[in-house]
């Protein structure tokens, strides 16, 4: 060991070499066994670097990381107060199992979770009715996210495999054509108005609180049959989008500009946005005079239209531009091929080859032939060469 005693301290210094740097440091110890110590701790800390390895911070518990995460909702949510506010909430509950409370994060593993479900689904809530899977499903995701944060953090190294509950249940309302007016003319102002636009926009119930004048086009552009509002943002990314006036939807916008003295077009008594708290307790009051099912919710009348939208041919991919969905795959349950659809597709292609052949082989084409296969004779239609081949 290259310790040595300072003569004017009487305390002992050590010094050596490490990749040709000279090391030189007092202990400011007078005992010569504890200034080798720490040499040799000085040693080994110098070959852990030097070999990528890092002393690891002590993991945080779920109730230390807590604030860290919250403040990376905000970040990331600077624009959906509604989901700061949700992640707020979800996160307070899973803060009130103890266990996950005082737990360090890399501690938490599938049994522990397991524990949670298990806990979650005895407690009643305030509707003195077991917690929907739905509700305990929420929380979960909002404990993967936390949890990824954190593996994104190099907090720690894995994230437990966290299983959803089984038995949510989707609302699948959808208010048919008969008695869509019978609603509508139950409702009061401004409800009547916000469910017309999403019945016939698909907009989010938030997303037409939120419409100003200045996204409103009641004239269509260049080469436009419609007139458009612009949806600024929303829940995703994709949210912002141009969606298309139908006729009512735009005489309804001209009626209610005529009569504006707010910048929102939907304003709530107090001036700013309407609220949507206030239209869902409407629309739970028509809701019950008309006895229609409890599942009908303000937003199933955005399901409705992007029902009527796969009822009336659109493609998965119109429906997601026109539905601001994140992925196709979201949009796809909208989308319910019949046999008659499927053939009009292939109707559709057999038009656009023939289209094409036109084009591209005009003396062909002047026959009367589709196309040409090789060691297959020109017909004059492809459904009546396949009739022969089928005899």
């Not at 040499?39 to 002590?58: Q, S």
């Not at 003295?261 to 005079?289: C, I, K, M, Y």
């Amino acid at each position: 060991m290259a310790v040595y005693k300072q003569k004017s301290s009487n305390k002992w210094s050590y010094k050596f070499s490490w990749n040709g740097v000279l090391i030189r440091k007092s202990t400011k110890q007078t005992n010569r066994r504890v200034a080798e110590t720490m040499e040799a701790a000085h040693r080994t800390a110098l070959a852990k670097g030097e070999v990528g390895i890092r002393e690891k911070k002590p993991v945080p518990t779920l109730r230390e990381f807590a604030p860290r995460f919250e403040e990376a909702v905000k970040t990331l949510n600077a624009e959906k107060p509604a989901t700061v506010s949700f992640y707020k909430e979800k996160l307070r509950r899973l803060l009130d199992y103890g266990p996950f409370a005082t737990a360090r994060l890399d501690t938490i593993d599938e049994a522990m979770i397991d524990g949670y479900k298990l806990h979650r689904a005895t407690v009643v809530s305030r509707y003195k009715k077991p917690l929907s899977p739905a509700s305990i499903n929420r929380e979960l995701a909002t404990l993967r996210r936390l949890l990824r944060l954190a593996q994104e953090w190099k907090i720690i190294d894995r994230v437990p495999r966290i299983r959803m509950l089984r038995g949510e249940r989707q609302r699948e309302f959808v208010l048919n054509h008969k008695n869509e007016p019978i609603y509508l003319e139950a409702c009061a102002q401004p409800l009547q108005d916000v469910a017309l636009l999403i019945l016939d926009s698909g907009v989010r119930p938030g997303e037409a609180c939120r419409l100003k004048w200045s996204d409103v086009h009641l004239e269509p552009v260049i080469n436009a049959r419609f007139g458009y509002i612009h949806i600024a943002g929303g829940k995703s990314r994709y949210a912002k989008r141009n969606l298309s006036l139908t006729s009512r939807v735009g005489e309804m916008l001209r009626r209610r500009k005529g009569e504006a003295t707010s910048n929102w077009v939907f304003p709530s008594e107090t001036g700013g946005p309407a609220l949507g708290t206030s239209l869902d307790h409407q629309h739970a009051d028509v809701r019950a005079s008309l006895k229609l099912p409890e599942d009908f919710v303000i937003h199933s009348l955005r399901h409705t239209m992007l029902t009527r939208l796969g009822e009336a041919g659109a493609d998965a991919f119109t429906i997601m531009r026109i539905a601001g969905h994140s992925s196709v795959t979201v949009s796809q349950r909208y989308v319910h091929p019949t046999p008659e659809s499927l053939e009009r597709a292939f109707e559709r292609l057999e038009n656009l080859n023939a289209k094409k052949f036109e084009e591209t082989q005009p003396e062909q084409a002047s026959k009367n032939v589709v196309g040409i296969v090789p060691g297959i004779p020109p017909v004059k239609r492809t459904s009546e060469f396949l009739r022969k081949r089928m005899k």
